[in-house]
């Protein structure tokens, strides 16, 4: 049984991961308003991910006698100056989610609670994963940046993204 102090903490990421999903459809929507449909779709994939997240979380809740629970989550900022300054912003946002799952392990290790550890391992690998597919795009926005050409290139590149839940988990 999961203790309540580990299936609070787990709710506040529940509530994360949505408002993490909130912020990339607020981003596809401003992809989309600048005719960029390849870094939209990207975000659209974003957001299923973290809806996917999300689930994964709360199904953890269910199946560990816990009890999962929908908390208030932060509204999603709606205009980026540049594609740079939102994919900035998605790794800035992503660095805090990988922050928040570290705390999440130390609580469950301070718990002996394993598998919880076991669970929480799956997204310290997701999040290396996470920070360094933005992290490429950001730098090759660097590169591109005032190249139309470029830019339009890499929104060819970002239209070939789709969701793929993990295996043994659709
Ligand atoms: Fe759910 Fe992008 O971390």
């Not at 960029?36 to 779709?41: D, M, S, T, Y």
């Amino acid at each position: 049984m999961i203790s309540q102090t580990l299936q609070d903490a787990i709710n506040e990421q529940i509530a994360f991961e949505i408002s993490s999903a909130l912020i990339y459809k607020a981003m596809q929507a401003y992809f989309e308003a600048e005719d960029l449909p390849g870094f939209a779709n990207w975000m659209d994939v974003q957001y299923q991910e973290e809806l996917f997240h999300a689930n994964k979380f709360f199904d953890y809740l269910c199946e560990t006698g816990g009890r999962a629970a929908m908390l208030a989550f932060e509204g999603a900022r709606n205009d980026y100056a540049s594609p740079l300054e939102a994919f900035r912003t998605a790794l800035g946002h992503e660095q805090i989610v990988t922050s928040r799952i570290g705390k999440l392990m130390d609580l469950a290790r301070e718990e002996n609670d394993h598998a919880a550890q076991i669970m929480l391992q799956w997204f310290i690998t997701e999040q290396v994963e996470e920070e360094a597919s933005a992290g490429l795009i950001i730098r090759k926005l660097e590169r591109v940046e005032g190249d139309g050409r470029g830019l339009l290139m890499l929104d060819q590149e970002l239209a070939q993204r789709i969701f793929t839940p993990p295996a043994g988990t659709a």
